[in-house]
């Protein structure tokens, strides 16, 4: 076996300590801080780029654009910043932190900082299996997409076409069109009838059989994914100076393409203008705390796994500050890219933007983007390039995922690879059947929303209050030579934690015309219960197997641990 270098870093996490610091882990843990056996990232830009490719997703393109006009435009700005300045930075520094302090992934991490927590660990491995079986059905769409690209007229520009119903109405080059409610565009019939034929499934309760055309998709983004993790941090490493640089090449081609289009500053002018009678809507201030604590993604855990291969010196809080701020930027720019097509299209449509921008998630991306593209000069190359993009920021965001899993599972001494990518495979499929898209949907509103939200809740809280915030703080200086600012101590205290308590929004359950039976949402409940839910079975389980003496020191030392962090916080107000 390769030799590994064990240190005991004395005054840190490492050392014995009080138990009112300790939580209730009294025992010194030897934390490896240089190791031979655990990978190391080849170059500091292969961390860098793999955190931004992760935090730069598809959520920055069809997301951010939506609900910042929805939310008052320029003036969103403000509760925006505001919530990332307090609440999504802080919460993605100390991530970055934990990892590379701990060198260890979201589930073994918790035997350092407080064993009763551990299955924080285990719901943010399920998470993240959602996550990129979400992210993973989206990629497949857009391949479909790319693949049919490759001509010279593409094929949702026109009405002609097998899949397409006496609804379809196309407005591109033509005058006098009468758009009724029922009319339905070429493009979103291609969508809803040729990628997803959900058209062939009554819903939820009759998905119908796999779409092999979608399963041959899938099997292609599945290999592209198998071989660029298989050795771990070397080979995603090199992958993502291909997969996060290429967006910004695409993003900026096709803003410069946008601005160029007759009617786009009417979408920049509906994009920004601000309405600060909007700043007095509570929903304003939570719809921009769950947008940045979405775009930037702390609790998947894919912080904790990629900041685990960093040299043990390395400036994370240099490195949380870039991320953060190339992150925000990307979304305000998409925004540009966005808004000047649906200004395009209002100005063809001869109606006003808003009638054209109603379209958000993937019906922005996969129906209201390509319709506008597939009237353009030099239509084939602007679908090519577009889907390229939504290719590669799907993959980024599907690497840091299965990564985060890989790390917290194989740190666990776990040997699964082949068996979790065949398994993970076949667990797909089920998602590329003709109502898959119902299933989708459901997976993305109840598997993600609220329990991440919890999760992190609970894990700022294990870290700030049970941990203590002196000896994370001490942990930080350890690695980077100085303590960090009061303002970063009050925020993972109590400013980020209730950050994301008016984070949690859910919005009503809905897909094209389909209205889910009550049935659904109860199963929707189940599905976000299954990752949070392991979070009491083990501290149960931690207490009932832990013997009578060791219980009450245990109990002991969590209250220890809660006081001194109430006596710290006291001490901060008063000073």
């Known amino acids: 076996m390769p030799h590994q270098e064990q240190v005991m870093v004395h005054g840190n996490l490492c050392a014995p300590g009080p138990p009112n610091n300790a939580g209730y882990n009294s025992n010194p843990v030897p934390v490896i801080i240089q190791t031979e056996s655990r990978d190391k990232w080849s170059k500091k830009m292969d961390f860098l780029l793999s955190v931004i490719g992760f935090a730069v997703d598809l959520g920055n393109v069809w997301r951010f654009p939506y609900i910042c006009y929805q939310n008052g435009g320029g003036a969103f700005l403000i509760p925006y910043v505001l919530m990332a300045v307090f609440g999504g930075v802080p919460l993605f520094y100390m991530e970055l932190a934990l990892g590379q302090f701990h060198r260890t992934g979201a589930i073994s991490i918790w035997k350092h900082i407080c064993p009763i927590f551990k299955g924080i660990g285990f719901a943010i491995c399920i998470i993240a299996l959602y996550v990129s079986f979400y992210y993973n059905t989206i990629i497949a769409w857009a391949l479909f997409y790319f693949y049919s690209s490759f001509s010279s007229t593409l094929p949702w520009t026109s009405c002609d076409n097998a899949w397409n119903t006496e609804n379809c109405t196309n407005y591109f080059g033509k005058d006098n069109v009468t758009w009724t409610n029922y009319s339905r565009s070429p493009a979103e019939e291609f969508y809803t009838r040729n990628v997803l034929a959900v058209h062939e499934s009554s819903g939820l309760g009759d998905v119908g059989y796999i779409r092999w055309q979608l399963m041959l998709c899938l099997f292609l983004i599945f290999t592209i994914v198998y071989f660029s993790l298989w050795k771990g941090v070397k080979t995603s490493g090199k992958v993502v100076w291909v997969t996060a640089t290429l967006p910004y090449v695409v993003l900026l081609i096709l803003m410069i393409r946008g601005a160029t289009l007759p009617g786009a500053w009417k979408g920049v002018v509906f994009y920004l203008n601000p309405k600060w009678e909007k700043l007095k809507e509570t929903s304003v201030w939570v719809d921009a705390a769950a947008q940045i604590f979405f ?143 119902y299933v989708v949907k459901l997976l993305e509103e109840f598997g993600v929303g609220s329990p991440i939200i919890a999760i992190v809740f609970l894990e700022a809280t294990a870290v700030s209050w049970f941990y203590g915030i002196n000896r994370f703080s001490n942990d930080i200086k350890s690695m980077l030579g100085y303590t960090p600012g009061l303002f970063w101590k009050v925020c993972w205290v109590a400013i980020s934690p209730a950050f994301l308590a008016v984070s949690l929004n859910k919005d009503p359950l809905t897909l094209f015309d389909y209205e889910f039976p009550d049935w659904s949402i109860t199963v929707g409940y189940i599905i976000g219960a299954s990752s949070f839910m392991w979070i009491p079975i083990y501290m149960v389980y931690k207490l009932v197997w832990t013997p009578g003496e060791k219980y009450a020191q245990i109990t002991h030392r969590l209250v220890k641990a809660v006081q001194n962090s109430s006596k710290q916080i006291c001490q901060w107000i008063l000073t």
């Open 295 to 437: 775009s930037l993604g702390p609790g998947f855990g894919v912080l904790l796994a990629l900041s685990s291969y960093n040299p043990f010196n390395n400036n994370c809080y240099r490195d949380a500050i870039v991320t953060s701020l190339v992150n925000c930027l990307t979304s305000f720019v998409s925004g540009f890219v966005i808004f000047t097509v649906l200004g395009y299209m209002a100005e063809q449509r001869n109606v006003n933007v808003e009638d054209v921008a109603r379209d958000k998630g993937p019906s922005l991306l996969f129906i209201t983007y390509p319709e506008a593209i597939a009237n353009m000069v030099g239509s084939t190359f602007f679908a090519i390039i577009f889907f390229v993009m939504m290719i590669t920021l799907g993959l980024d965001s599907t690497f840091g995922g299965l990564e985060a899993i890989i790390t917290a599972v194989m740190d666990e001494q776990t040997k699964f690879g082949t068996l979790f990518n065949v398994t993970f495979f076949i667990n797909l499929l089920f998602l590329f059947c003709k109502g898959g898209a």
